[in-house]
């Protein structure tokens, strides 16, 4: 099992992904809203900020990266410091022998993904898949401006 993904969630996005991208020197993996069909969809990573904001485009989502760390910042009113999801590699079987092992409701539950909030509320997303991608990505839904 390895670390995947860290989730925060923070009230000011612009400003977190600008502290976590200059403090830590992360690029940006990608960045999203929310379609008024309740779907993620993604920025083409040729746009920015400004792009959005002029198209009226609220980002809600932001991927940053540095080597094996991948932060994934949430646009929320939570108490200052909370983690939202913790995101784990596992191959199949150990994904199935955690899936066995679960009295809780599943919010995903695929061969190679299992996502489940566990009884004190902390989110947990765990994935064969070593490469993090965000959900307007994995889709393929981008946000046209």
Not at 101 to 112: C, G, K
């Amino acid at each position: 099992m390895d670390y995947r993904h860290l989730a925060l969630v923070v009230p000011d996005l612009r400003e977190a992904e600008r502290f976590y991208r200059e403090t830590f020197d992360m690029t940006v993996l990608g960045r999203e809203t929310w379609g008024e069909d309740g779907e993620t969809y993604a920025l083409r990573p040729d746009k920015g900020w400004d792009d959005a904001e002029e198209a009226g485009v609220v980002i809600g989502f932001v991927a940053l990266q540095r080597d094996e760390v991948t932060l994934a910042l949430m646009a929320g009113d939570a108490a200052p410091g909370q983690v939202l999801a913790i995101g784990l590699v596992m191959d199949s079987g150990e994904i199935a022998h955690v899936r066995s092992r679960l009295a809780v409701m599943l919010i995903a539950d695929r061969a190679d993904y299992l996502e489940f909030f566990d009884p004190f509320g902390v989110r947990w997303q765990l994935s064969t898949d070593r490469d993090f991608k965000h959900a307007g990505q994995i889709a393929d839904r981008w946000i046209e401006l």
